[in-house]
């Protein structure tokens, strides 16, 4: 390409920005393999899983009840949040009056912004003592799951509202035109189209509720125990690491961030596949 | 020529300042300022010009002529090397722009495009005020003092006949103009660097009728001072302006081609290949 | 009942409940959080833990962090966007790369973002707890989002302009600055509004990396506390900070809703732009 000379000085320069903008993630890893190392070195992978328990002062680095409640929360959200997201999405696209609809949409998006402190703070306040006053205590299991639920419900509607969207109006209106009825032509053309973006919307969900950490913090009761029911306290890995790091040190503190690298690839994948299949959806 | 007589009765010869009209060919020069030789031309596999030589002419007009898709607006590209611009483009043959060869790797690109100007056939004034467009490019090329951009600025619009219709918002925007006023702008941005040669690719098509016949009678008057090499759809309008014609065409699953090139009064009245005779009769493309 | 009738009335069901449970949580903040605000809350520094006063050096702080951020991002990020829209070939190998580790870095939780922040920012580069590492940090986190939003802006520009203006002879640089980047501004702020309503919103970064002081900072590098994390601060460790802590919720509620009207109304101009001048 002819280039002048300010503009190949102009092209050096933004290269090295971009540059330090790729690194930065590679940063990352480096500081969390860093850190995770002391711990790594001597404590065999096997062991997050086999100890005893989680007391890393005494050397027992179980994490099983966290992981166990990041799974349970996480699932419990994705059961909850898929269809009311869905629906939510199907709502504003096909059968709210287009006021209602901009009106419904717009909220959803006020919700998206909304800080997952204030979610976990709300829990707390008012979810919780509801709770509790079904079976005690009010911070439990269930109380994680459905904040987390009412966190990546915007995300799943937004994601299958814009797959909806995609959807050519072509394919609609043969559908209409052969009679179909509105849940017909949903069931039957809309939702099948636009299926790999809404399982793309839902891995972000499911993404974005294994990586969080305010909400359950604050309304899932931080014990450390393994979930047997519903009401039971939980600590979900987010919420241990955010809870310990403030006086671990050494072994202790190289564990969490053993933790974290585990949350970071879960989620990497995750996500990956996530765009894998939103770009399915451009092929199709 | 009945040329003079076209003019529509609502302009007068004082909207336009490049001096009278010349008819026929008024270069004296024999050597083509522009040599193509050999030219071919690759979108990544998929050829698109094949073997092109033709000479330009000092002060002529030189019209393109030739059905869609056979490559006049790739070889017109060339000539101000925008191929570089083109992703997966490769040019091979010869091309000699004052003797100069305008292909070689180490020439200053911006300099030749001062030299050699291009419009295109959607008019594309710049997000700016009219005065901002005409000097913006002056002051990328050097010159800064205000008195001159002005004198330079006034010079263009007059030559161009937009003066009288602008002068009272320069600082307006550009985009407000009509069509055909925003395509006269964007011929009077080219010429305040004082090219050599006007590239035009189909510079009347996008415009209406009436702003089309005011955007042509321009070009006219920019014979003998500017060179003008001029892809067009319209025959008529390359036999009234043409002083030379290239008939191209593209050949069945390959690429484009030059059939004929010669004076245009040659190619329209006396065509030698049969090709040209058939499009020009309107029985081919 | 019919399948059809059937799911209409499941689907507006599903709305209504979402919506009323969204309003319930909207007016809960509102009601709780209104009595205490005034211009007092804004000014006076927190008293008592938080339990009384107001929340003026919180808000100093998060403007503080919320600036070293943007300060740090928006150069790079805006950068990095133009190679990629204007410099790099669309499947050159470097733009590959820079986008695939862009896409992986905004997939990186928060918390794990804090690790970093600590371990980097606040160990490795000496800077402790302060405004400064909780800034930086915070950086890093919006700087995808900064880049894709100007790479969208930058790639809405009209291509005309590229080539009439290369066409003039100008170079890469010069139609940057004159035509396209003032094109796509309000794309840009936009992009920069987004990236300020997802920082203000963080929380498990900043609590590793500017910490929890709530007195009004001194310099860059003193430690500060961030209006997020004065909220977590209330309802987790202050017995009795409710009431704070639902003004304090109520007033990032606000800020959100400011910055993302003016990120949509900048984003309805540039649309209604890029629509009239083709």
């Known amino acids: 390409m002819s280039l002048s000379r300010a503009d190949k000085q102009l092209a050096a320069l933004l290269r090295g920005c971009a540059l330090l903008s790729a690194a930065i993630v590679l940063l990352i890893l480096l500081f969390l393999v860093k850190e995770s190392w002391p711990v790594l070195r001597h404590v065999a992978l096997t062991r997050f899983v086999t100890d005893t328990s989680w007391h890393p002062v005494d050397g027992l680095y179980k994490l099983t009840p966290m992981l166990s409640a990041t799974l349970y929360s996480t699932l419990g959200a994705l059961l909850l949040a898929t ?28 919700l998206a912004g909304i800080p997952s402190v204030v979610y976990g703070f709300w829990g707390l306040t008012t979810l919780a003592p509801l709770i509790g006053r079904l079976h005690p205590p009010g911070v439990s299991l269930l109380t994680g799951i459905l904040v987390l639920t009412l966190m990546i419900l915007p995300t799943v509607a937004l994601t299958a509202d814009a797959a909806l969207a995609a959807v050519p109006v072509a394919y609609l209106r043969g559908a209409a035109a ?8 949903i069931s039957g053309v809309a939702l099948p189209a636009a299926r790999s973006g809404i399982t793309a919307g839902i891995m972000l969900a499911a993404g974005r509720a294994i990586g969080e950490t305010m909400a ?44 974290g690298l585990a949350l970071m690839s879960t989620v990497l994948v995750l996500v990956g596949t996530a765009e894998v299949l939103s770009r399915e959806r451009h092929h199709d | 020529m009945n040329e003079i007589e076209r003019i529509d009765k609502t302009h007068t010869d004082e909207a336009y300042t490049l001096g009278p009209l010349q008819a026929g060919p008024p270069c004296c020069d024999p050597t083509p300022l522009i040599r193509v030789d050999s030219l071919s031309l690759h979108y990544g596999k998929k050829p698109a010009l094949e073997n092109v030589s033709l000479d330009i002419y000092k002060g002529c007009i030189t019209a393109l002529i030739g059905p869609s898709g056979c490559g006049k607006t790739s070889f017109l590209t060339v000539l101000n090397r925008m191929t570089d611009m083109i992703p997966d483009c490769r040019v091979s043959g010869n091309v000699y722009f004052d003797s100069k060869d305008l292909r070689h790797p180490a020439l200053d690109v911006q300099g030749l495009r001062r030299d050699i100007g291009m419009i295109f056939q959607k008019p594309v004034p710049f997000p700016l005020s009219i005065r901002r467009n005409i000097e913006l490019p002056l002051r990328e090329h050097g010159i800064s003092k205000q008195s001159e951009l002005n004198d330079i600025m006034q010079q263009v619009l007059l030559d161009v006949g937009l003066w009288a219709e602008v002068k009272d918002r320069l600082e307006s925007s550009a985009l407000a103009l009509s069509g055909g ?10 010429l305040a660097l004082q090219p050599k040669v006007l590239l035009m690719d189909e510079p009347c098509s996008a415009l209406d009728p009436i702003s089309s016949g005011v955007v042509e009678d321009l070009i006219q008057r920019l014979r003998g001072k500017y060179t003008v090499v001029i892809v067009t759809h319209n025959l008529a309008q390359a036999r009234r302006i043409a002083n030379y014609a290239g008939f191209f065409w593209i050949k069945e699953q390959r690429s484009g081609c030059l059939i004929e090139f010669g004076q245009c009064k040659q190619i329209f009245e006396a065509p030698a290949h049969e090709l040209t005779a058939a499009y020009i009769n309107g029985s081919r493309g | 009942m019919t399948k059809n009738a059937l799911a209409t009335g499941l689907i507006w069901l599903s709305a209504i409940l979402v919506s009323g449970v969204f309003v319930w949580l909207l007016s809960d903040i509102l009601i709780h959080g209104l009595p205490r605000l005034s211009w007092m809350f804004f000014a006076e520094a927190p008293k008592n833990a938080g339990r009384s006063g ?21 150069p790079i990020g805006l950068a990095t966007a133009v190679l990629l829209s204007e410099f790099a070939r669309y499947d050159s190998v470097f733009g590959r790369l820079v986008r695939r580790s862009l896409d992986v870095l905004a997939g990186v ?26 800034g930086l940090t915070l950086a890093c986190m919006v700087l995808p989002i900064l880049i894709r939003t100007a790479e969208e802006g930058l790639q809405a520009t009209p291509n005309d302009y590229r080539l009439a203006a290369a066409a003039l002879g100008m170079s890469r640089s010069a139609a940057l600055v004159h035509l396209l980047l003032p094109s796509a501004a309000p794309a840009l702020v936009a992009g920069l509004m987004l990236g300020i309503g997802r920082a203000i919103a963080e929380t498990a970064a900043l609590i590793f990396t500017s910490g929890y002081v709530d007195r009004m900072p001194d310099s860059l590098f003193d430690s500060g506390r961030a209006l997020s994390v004065h909220i977590y601060d209330l309802s987790m460790n202050v017995a009795g900070g409710d009431a704070s802590a639902y003004s304090s919720a109520l007033v990032l509620i606000l800020l959100l809703l400011i910055i993302n009207s003016i990120a949509m109304g900048l984003a309805k101009h540039w649309m209604h732009r890029s629509v009239v001048t083709v």
């Open chain 1, 83 to 110: 269809p009311l997201g869905i629906a939510s999405a199907l709502f504003s696209r096909y059968y709210a009056p287009p006021f209602l609809a901009g009106c419904y949409r717009r909220l959803i998006e006020l």
């Open chain 1, 178 to 185: 052969l009679g179909l009825s509105r849940w017909g032509l």
């Open chain 1, 216 to 259: 359950v913090l604050m309304v899932a009761g931080n014990v450390v125990q393994q979930p047997h029911s519903l009401f039971d306290s939980v600590r979900t890995l987010t919420a241990n690491i955010a809870l310990e790091m403030a006086y671990a040190t050494g072994d202790h503190r190289a564990a969490l961030f053993v933790s």
């Open chain 2, 181 to 190: 006023q925003q395509q006269r702008l964007c011929i009077a941005r080219a």
């Open chain 3, 54 to 74: 107001g929340i003026g050096p919180i808000i100093v702080s998060t403007v503080l962090i919320l600036l070293v951020a943007m300060v740090t991002a928006a």
């Open chain 3, 109 to 134: 939780p928060s918390i794990v973002f804090g690790l970093f922040g600590n371990a980097f920012f606040c160990i490795y580069l000496g800077l402790g707890f302060s405004i400064l590492s909780g």
